[in-house]
């Protein structure tokens, strides 16, 4: 069963500063990993989507990275801004069922 | 990127109705749909999943008298929250993926369901 674990669960950061958010699964035989934003009360909004075939995606200021032999993947925010307050999910898509995996997220609080 | 649309936002029933959420696919065809609970402060719990035409699948642990789930057709799917109670008030969010392996998935809104 696979299993995802994001590090750290929190975060809080000065405009400005560069910043990695970290994911871990336990099964490396994923057909991809999606990196999410929730903001509270809202659904899910898709920032990043990274195929098992390939080792990095980019959007703007957003930079993700996968590593699936050793089951890692990293999202990178570059030149954080009070607008990137929110909780970031990575999610890993597995199995015949296609089911999608959750980590725990991590909650970024960029401030003034 | 593509659209899902989740409907009602927000509801507030009186323990013991019933309650549906719909989710649809604006603008691709769905076979799939996923219907996920999310306690405050912890991810996604995946409910179950839809297929069009067919029952849905449900996770361990889920009634499934209780979360009826029917996908009539490939652009929608619904969840009824039968018999409510307040234990059942949670977030609810839907997700589709177009039929390609690998796609990528995209949420609805999200509905917050409070049984009063």
């Known amino acids: 069963k696979q299993e995802v674990t994001q590090i750290p669960a929190a975060l809080s950061v000065p405009e400005g500063e560069n910043l990695v958010l970290n994911c871990s699964f336990t099964?490396?035989?994923?057909?991809?990993l999606q990196w999410f934003r929730q903001d509270p009360g809202k659904g899910l909004t898709s920032l990043l989507l990274?195929?098992?075939?390939?080792r990095e995606q980019t959007s703007g200021r957003l930079n993700a990275s996968l590593d699936k032999s050793s089951g890692r993947s990293t999202l990178y925010i570059a030149a954080s801004q009070p607008g990137d307050s929110a909780t970031y999910l990575c999610a890993t898509l597995t199995g015949t069922a296609s089911k999608l995996t959750f980590g725990t997220g991590t909650r970024l609080q960029v401030t003034l | 990127g593509a659209v899902v649309s989740q409907h009602p936002s927000r509801v507030i029933c009186k323990s013991g109705t019933s309650v549906k959420i719909e989710c649809r696919s604006l603008?691709?065809?769905?076979?799939?749909m996923f219907w996920y609970r999310q306690f405050p402060k912890q991810s996604l719990m995946l409910m179950a999943t839809s297929n069009e035409g067919s029952k849905a699948t449900y996770e361990q642990g889920v009634e499934k008298d209780k979360f009826l789930i029917n996908h009539a057709s490939l652009t929608l799917s619904t969840l009824t929250v039968t018999s409510a109670h307040p234990e059942d008030s949670s977030f609810y969010i839907c997700?589709?993926?177009?039929?390609?392996?690998?796609?990528?998935?995209?949420f609805g809104q999200g509905t917050r369901l409070t049984v009063v």
């Open positions: 099964d490396s035989a994923i057909y991809n």
């Open positions: 997700s589709a993926r177009p039929r390609s392996i690998g796609a990528e998935a995209f």
């Open positions: 603008d691709f065809q769905a076979t799939t």
């Open positions: 990274i195929q098992s075939s390939q």
